[in-house]
């Protein structure tokens, strides 16, 4: 069983921002982007350490839908056609927690790739 069950879960979809509530009274605004590359599946992450794609050019992308996954996840469908990564309730937290390190990091790796992040259109 998951250790954080969400309480409420809203699709912002003109600003591009997912708002999960927990039970322990944390609330994360975790933008498409974020979420998009931060996938769970092995089409981001890879098969095993240090196998991770870079994701490139997703400051645009949406999510058009939610399903739930049993109890313990959703699947989100990005406008992009990825759908693959199943977010648990504990890994969405954990990219709520982590949000400003992890979001560091991918800028970093974006600049040492080469690749200028372009502000997502208003």
Same mark, same amino acid.
């Given at each position: 069983?998951?250790?954080?069950?969400?309480?409420?879960?809203?699709?912002?979809?003109?600003?591009?921002?997912?708002?999960?509530?927990?039970?322990?009274?944390?609330?994360?605004?975790?933008?498409?982007?974020?979420?998009? &590359?931060?996938?769970?599946?092995? +089409?981001?992450? $890879?098969?095993?350490?240090?196998?991770? *794609?870079?994701?490139? /050019?997703? %400051?645009? &992308?949406?999510?058009?839908?939610? +399903?739930?996954? $049993?109890?313990?996840?959703?699947?989100? *469908?990005?406008?992009? /056609?990825? %759908?693959?990564?199943?977010?648990?309730?504990?890994?969405?937290?954990?990219?709520?927690?982590?949000?400003?390190?992890?979001?560091?990091?991918?800028?970093?790796?974006?600049?040492?790739?080469?690749?200028?992040?372009?502000?997502?259109?208003?």
């Amino acid at each position: 069983m998951a250790e954080h069950q969400p309480t409420d879960i809203l699709l912002h979809q003109r600003s591009r921002v997912l708002e999960v509530a927990f039970e322990d009274a944390s609330r994360f605004k975790l933008s498409c982007e974020y979420l998009r &590359v931060h996938s769970p599946s092995a +089409e981001v992450r $890879g098969h095993g350490p240090g196998q991770g *794609v870079l994701q490139v /050019g997703k %400051e645009a &992308v949406n999510i058009i839908n939610i +399903e739930p996954v $049993g109890n313990y996840a959703v699947k989100l *469908v990005f406008d992009d /056609g990825h %759908e693959t990564g199943l977010y648990t309730w504990d890994y969405l937290h954990q990219l709520g927690r982590q949000y400003e390190h992890n979001w560091r990091e991918y800028l970093d790796a974006l600049t040492a790739a080469g690749h200028a992040r372009n502000p997502p259109p208003a």
